[in-house]
């Protein structure tokens, strides 16, 4: 397999699953710092392999290390648990701040790498309002998991759950856009 094709997503999965685990069978504070030693691994392997590393990723360990440090502190898991409601609220919040500027993210990717894009400009910016939604729904209920279920249930919906959360959105994304063009102007 290409390197560039590899799932290299599946190591943002290595501090939770390291954060769980260690919680489970060990104390707090060897829970923490596993999963932040394992989230500085992960870049150093998205690095190595891939030769760079993606602005999500830095962003995702730059909040496991300071909400690691802030729950090491508060003796509080809570804190590190709350990263994917920061990612969310973070990557959303980006999405508004482009669409305030009427600018769409997805274009500017598929001019990037050279591509016409096949739809109309106006379904892009539609679909990333749509995205900016999911995403800031998805950070309050990742909040709500972290404060009210347990390490496991935040395991699940950080991890494997999202991607099936995001499946779901995507099947809704796709039949509205067929309503939308079938739809008589």
Not at 4 to 18: C, E, K, T
Not at 111 to 119: F, H, S, Y
Not at 159 to 176: D, H, Q, S
Request: charged share 15%; glycine share 8%.
């Amino acid at each position: 397999m290409d390197t560039a094709q590899r799932p290299y997503f599946l190591l943002s999965f290595l501090p939770a699953l390291a954060y769980w685990y260690l919680e489970t069978y060990h104390d707090l504070e060897t829970a923490l710092i596993g999963g932040v030693i394992l989230g500085v691994l992960e870049i150093l392997i998205e690095k190595k392999f891939s030769g760079h590393v993606h602005t999500l990723s830095k962003l995702n360990l730059s909040l496991i290390v300071v909400l690691g440090g802030l729950a090491l502190l508060a003796k509080e898991g809570l804190f590190f648990k709350l990263q994917p409601t920061f990612t969310g609220i973070a990557v959303g919040g980006y999405l508004i701040f482009k669409k305030l500027r009427h600018e769409s993210l997805l274009l500017e990717m598929l001019r990037d790498l050279k591509q016409t894009p096949p739809l109309p400009e106006a379904f892009y910016l539609r679909l990333e309002w749509h995205l900016c939604l999911f995403l800031l729904a998805f950070a309050a209920f990742m909040a709500w998991v972290a404060v009210q279920r347990t390490t496991a249930a935040w395991l699940f919906w950080k991890t494997g759950g999202f991607y099936l959360a995001f499946g779901g959105f995507l099947v809704a994304e796709l039949f509205f856009l067929r309503w939308t063009i079938r739809r008589p102007s």
